[in-house]
């Protein structure tokens, strides 16, 4: 079992940056992919990166490459994502999610577990 708490969300402009944070915690022995996905007003979750347990593969979404980039630090259980020249259509909030696999997966059904989600608000 995976206790996951997300952070770091908040209001910025267009332009701006903010490092979201997730810390792990309960049985983080074994190895687990990590990933964020987001949910916009109206729009169904998606998808928006993940991360292998050794750190060596990364995925995004189109929409983000190049903008975001996600890591994790294992001594610390953490993952993090760092989101620069935000835009205001990256309005969302932002979960965290672990998966009982080392390996990524970019469908939110293979997360087992979730963190509250933080609050992502771009202005233009």
């Known amino acids: 079992q995976v206790q996951l708490v997300d952070s770091g969300g908040g209001l910025v402009q267009a332009g701006g940056s903010l490092r979201l944070s997730c810390a792990a915690s309960?049985?983080?022995?074994?190895?687990?992919?990590m990933g964020w996905f987001r949910q916009a007003p109206g729009k169904e979750r998606e998808f928006v990166s993940t991360?292998?347990?050794?750190?060596?593969?990364?995925y995004y979404v189109d929409s983000v490459k190049g903008r975001f980039t996600i890591s994790r630090d294992n001594a610390k259980n953490t993952m993090y994502l760092q989101m620069n020249s935000l835009k205001p259509e990256d309005t969302a909030v932002y979960y965290c999610a672990a998966r009982d696999y080392s390996t990524t997966s970019r469908r939110a059904g293979e997360y087992a577990y979730w963190g509250q989600g933080t609050q992502v608000t771009v202005s233009s």
């Open positions: 991360i292998s347990w050794s750190g060596a593969t990364t």
């Open positions: 309960g049985r983080t022995s074994s190895s687990y992919a």
